[in-house]
């Protein structure tokens, strides 16, 4: 196997793997929420020469997180103008441990 095939991709959380379909099944949801929340911009789903949509272990934890505000009670729309800055917030904080991970003396001045 080469470093390209599916297989070697299956831990990827940004490989477009999953189906519109198999993704709302998958989220105990519709597509027609799916098309929603990716008009809103939350998730952009790869589209390859046929022009279905394929989803992302990624953008299925997005789109299971605006579900959960949807039950709640919020729009769509608003789901994703809660969820787009958590995500947001959320790399930041990843992308500051890394940076603290790697120059752990810098973090040590600068708490002081």
Do not use: W
């Not at 958590?86 to 973090?107: F, I, K, M, V």
């Amino acid at each position: 196997m080469t470093a390209e095939t599916p297989l070697n991709r299956i831990d990827d959380d940004d490989y477009p793997a999953c189906t519109m379909g198999r993704a709302a099944e998958m989220l105990g949801t519709t597509p027609a929420f799916l098309r929603a929340i990716g008009e809103a911009r939350l998730i952009t789903p790869l589209r390859p020469e046929g022009g279905h949509r394929r989803y992302s272990r990624y953008e299925l934890r997005l789109a299971a997180r605006a579900r959960e505000l949807v039950d709640q009670g919020a729009s769509a729309e608003a789901a994703c103008r809660i969820v787009i800055p958590e995500d947001r917030l959320e790399e930041a904080r990843r992308s500051d441990e890394g940076l603290r991970q790697r120059c752990p003396d810098r973090s040590d001045k600068a708490d002081a």
